[in-house]
């Protein structure tokens, strides 16, 4: 759930006037309180992105290309279920998209297009007492908060790689928490860096499997092996933030959300 950190600023300006003129004020995302040190824990070798290109294109293009949303707060895996709303709305605009949180409005890397409901995710999630700040460590409480907005949601528990891959092969993203390195990638924290992605997509080249990424802290593609995710995935078992159970390992490791559109 941690983004990179950030300078702990209440603003930036961003304008294209002369700086005597008028400029437009914007709200910064915040610090995460969940972007912890990275004592005793595992990166793995980042994968040369740039040599894959084509073939995350064409992942890409099969699979479930998502809007890209970039968080504010310890809010992953509620930005993570917004993109895919936006996905499901780009396709048939009955599907609902909502903002994150009010400050969404005036953020505008916080959504790829304008809200069409009022509801916003943080507050219903706060309503059913999933969350106290925005943080998500029920995968089931992910899954509940989306079908509250009309979707359809499943979880599946200890999802394997080929299951992964059905879903991926059916133009559907998956939600799945895993440990998130300070670069953004897959590591072994064991749940300390406890983070949600959307998988969008996945290949083969010269025998390695691959999957194509996004999560909150850009908005914009990773590439990873996914022995590497999977490791990550499935080596999730605690928390120190306050508001996460004992033992993450029964409410959010190898669990894999898939958010389908709802009958309307």
């Avoid at 600023?9 to 610090?31: D, H, L, M, W």
């Avoid at 992942?59 to 479930?64: E, Q, T």
């Avoid at 059913?128 to 359809?152: D, I, N």
Wanted: glycine share 8%.
């Amino acid at each position: 759930m941690p983004p990179p950190i950030r300078p702990v600023s209440t603003s930036t300006v961003s304008t294209t006037r002369p700086v005597s003129g008028p400029v437009t004020v914007t709200p910064a995302a915040r610090p995460d309180p969940l972007a912890v040190r990275l004592a005793n824990g595992t990166s793995f070798s980042p994968v040369d992105r740039a040599a894959l290109a084509a073939e995350t294109a064409k992942a890409l293009k099969l699979g479930a290309d998502v809007p890209g949303r970039v968080q504010d707060g310890p809010t992953c895996g509620l930005y993570a279920l917004g993109m895919v709303m936006d996905y499901w709305d780009k396709k048939d605009a009955k599907n609902l998209n909502p903002y994150v949180q009010n400050a969404d409005v005036v953020r505008w890397d916080s959504h790829s297009a304008p809200a069409d409901t009022s509801r916003r995710l943080l507050d219903d999630a706060k309503a059913r007492g999933f969350t106290t700040q925005g943080e998500m460590f029920y995968a089931s409480q992910l899954a509940s908060l989306a079908r509250s907005f009309g979707y359809r949601a499943t979880v599946n528990a200890d999802f394997t790689l080929e299951e992964l891959h059905r879903v991926l092969d059916k133009g559907h993203p998956a939600l799945i928490g895993f440990d998130v390195d300070n670069q953004g990638n897959p590591g072994l924290f064991r749940g300390e860096r406890a983070h949600w992605a959307v998988i969008e997509g996945h290949f083969n080249k010269d025998g390695v499997e691959y999957l194509v990424a996004t999560h909150g802290w850009t908005g914009g593609e990773y590439v990873w092996r996914a022995d590497d995710f999977m490791a990550s995935v499935k080596n999730l078992e605690t928390s120190d933030f306050p508001a996460a159970p004992k033992n993450i390992s029964r409410t959010l490791r190898a669990r894999l959300v898939e958010v389908t559109p709802g009958a309307h």
